[in-house]
């Protein structure tokens, strides 16, 4: 009865730890992918004062006109031009609807390895294949690897920075290269920019969509003003697909949240960077306190690092990390090795300090 395109869709390794910490007893909970800060008050604020100002019914599906405009403002300042904006429902709303529109059956779409788990499955969901490019052991964009990866049948290329799960923040030279390959080939870039304020040893967001005009630029309001909840994001690039990606949505989301729409409004005019500051700090914390156990990379971006789990099967050293009551992501999840495990640093400083102690002694 079940549909064959489910063949090859497993439920999240990463909800799957989030399930069992939930059911655990005072857990240190380094899994959640959520920054550890709520919502700012005066954004909470604006968006309980537009539900009692009955603003919670259905709204245009690509959004409200002030927020695409606002949003279509922001991104110009990042000197990003586009030809059309939408409202989605969170950053993954947006990579469902952007697959469904361009991944056709036998369309090959390249993946740098490690990635975000959702890439693979809504790639094999249209039909299409996902081509994964390795990126061990530094987790930089590799130009000979990736051109190895063209064939004829190649249609996009999707490209996260900073990076779930390793926290890399590709370079102005690797982006080019990317824009350099994709041109070539007239290849579509996606770029997940949703970690895009989570920088540490550069200052603004270096993106695809300064670059390279066939790119459709995601981004959200989830992890920069912690509405993760209220299931908010947007897409930005060429009309064609935007305006697909809107028909798409009317079958579908049917339109994102009305009142989030209009908090959304003044957050992309509210100053973060304190919130984020800290993070740096998080970072900082733990791979100082992991590097002489463990091999690990220093993520210059978003809230994860990636350690290996010393030689090990990277589930195997999770359960037992598990066993010790601490919660990471086996390395797996999110890539075809098997070596490593993710760390999210979005965790009070005295559940980092924690895990700490248990993950060197495990080690």
Known sequence: MIAKRLTNIRPSGVRRIFDLARKMENPINLSIGEPDFDIPEPLKQEGIEWIQRGFNKYVPTQGIPELREKIREYLRNKDV??????????VTGGILLSCLALVDPGDEIIIPD?????????VLLMGGIPVFVDTYPDFALQEESLRKAVTEKTKMIIINSPNNPTGAVYSPEELKMVA??????DLLVLSDDIYEKYLYET?????????????LTLGGFSKSWAMTGWRLGFAAGPGEIIQHMTTLQQYSFTCAPSFAQRAAIKALDYDVSELIAGYRR??????????????VQKPEGAFYIFPEARGQDSWKFVQ??????????PGTVFSKRNTHFRISFAASDDTLMKGIEVLNRIA
């Open 180 to 185: 350099n390959i994709a041109d070539e080939n």
């Open 114 to 122: 490690p990635y975000f788990v959702m890439y693979e499955y809504v």
């Open 203 to 215: 200052g603004d967001h270096y993106c695809m969509g300064q670059i390279y005009p066939k790119t």
């Open 282 to 295: 998080k970072r900082d914390l733990v791979y100082e306190g992991l590097r002489d156990k463990y091999t």
């Open 81 to 90: 031009e586009v030809e059309e904006v939408m409202v989605t429902t969170g």
């Open 320 to 329: 037992k990390a598990i066993e010790s009551n601490v919660f990471v992501v």
